[in-house]
């Protein structure tokens, strides 16, 4: 059965095998994602933020030495044994069933660090014909208002079968450091979506099409994994997911759309994004 553009996404593939060198030497022995945010990893509020929006199957893409995370979702017996008889029902209950018993998590060894398209190929055989969505852990959300961006994106996606792309206006100065989209300059309102022309990894600042920078969330068509197969090396040398969506509107135009966050964003792979997000959730878990 072909999987209709459109169709519910139950799948998303969370990539974890980056080595964290920006936050060294505190990620010698630790994976950055279980680094925390207040009492808890980078990665738990990632993988919360996919399964309350509805997500079934979360998909690791780890490397060796990062088993420390899948150990984090799984069962700890003898910890839960031990503050089960000391009666610490509240802490038992922040470390037990993490993750509901109806949502799948899986992971997957990326081999060779070939870049993020690289990495999210290595989903291609468990994604099958379905679209899926890519949360990047390095970025962590704090939704400003009502609505979260992640969930409003898939709603999207499920109404209309356009792939979504979470972007926030940047500074020009900062274009190079992130995949760039054009939706030529229509004005977009938060939690709304307008057509993308034109995606470019990584741009320099002269040449940038736009200020509207690539957040780590995605909601893409399933045909994406078969063009991430023939996808040749960009960017510093890497397997680029952004060259794959390029190629993918110019053969489908307007069927990816930039999706403008209404978060506060914080990029947890730097040490200020790091504790800027440890402030801002402070201060939210105060109010
Ligand atoms: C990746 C993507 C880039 C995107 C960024 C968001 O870059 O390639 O397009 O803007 O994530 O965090 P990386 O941070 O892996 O260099």
């Known amino acids: 059965m072909t999987i209709m553009e459109g169709a519910r ?14 936050m060294l030497p505190a990620t010698k022995a630790i994976p950055k994602e279980l680094l925390p945010i207040l009492n808890k990893p980078i990665i738990q509020y990632v993988v919360e933020e996919a399964i309350s929006a509805g997500i079934k199957e979360i998909i690791f893409i780890t490397r060796s030495g990062k088993e420390a995370i899948e150990n984090h979702f799984d069962k700890n017996y003898e910890l839960e044994l031990m503050l089960e008889k000391k009666g610490k029902r509240k802490i038992l209950k922040s470390i037990k069933n993490l993750i509901p018993s109806n949502v799948k998590i899986s992971s997957i060894r990326q081999e060779n660090a070939l870049g993020l398209g690289h990495a999210i190929h290595c989903a291609k055989h468990l994604i099958k014909n379905e679209p899926f969505a890519v949360l990047l852990p390095d970025e962590i959300l704090l939704q400003k208002n009502k609505f979260k961006d992640f969930s409003q994106m898939l709603k999207l996606f499920e109404k209309s079968g356009k792939g979504q ?48 920078r690539i957040v780590g969330r995605y909601i893409l068509p399933s045909e994406i994994m078969s063009i991430l197969s023939k996808t040749k090396k960009g960017r510093d040398g890497e397997i680029q997911l952004t060259d794959a969506l390029e190629f993918y509107i110019k053969k489908k135009p307007a069927a990816l759309e930039a999706f403008l966050s209404d978060s506060f964003i914080f990029d947890c792979g730097s040490i200020e994004g790091f504790l800027n997000a440890n402030i801002a959730f402070a201060d939210r878990s105060r109010k």
């Not at 996404?9 to 920006?22: D, N, S």
């Not at 274009?175 to 229509?186: A, E, H, L, M, Q």
């Open 165 to 212: 792309i979470l972007v926030e206006k940047v500074s020009k100065r900062l274009v190079s450091n992130y995949g760039v989209v054009d939706i030529k300059r229509k004005p977009i309102k938060p939690l709304t979506s307008s057509p993308i022309y034109q995606l470019v990894e990584k741009p320099i600042i002269s040449s940038s099409p736009s200020n509207l």
């Open 9 to 22: 996404v139950h799948k998303a593939v969370i990539p974890v095998a980056g080595l964290g060198t920006r």
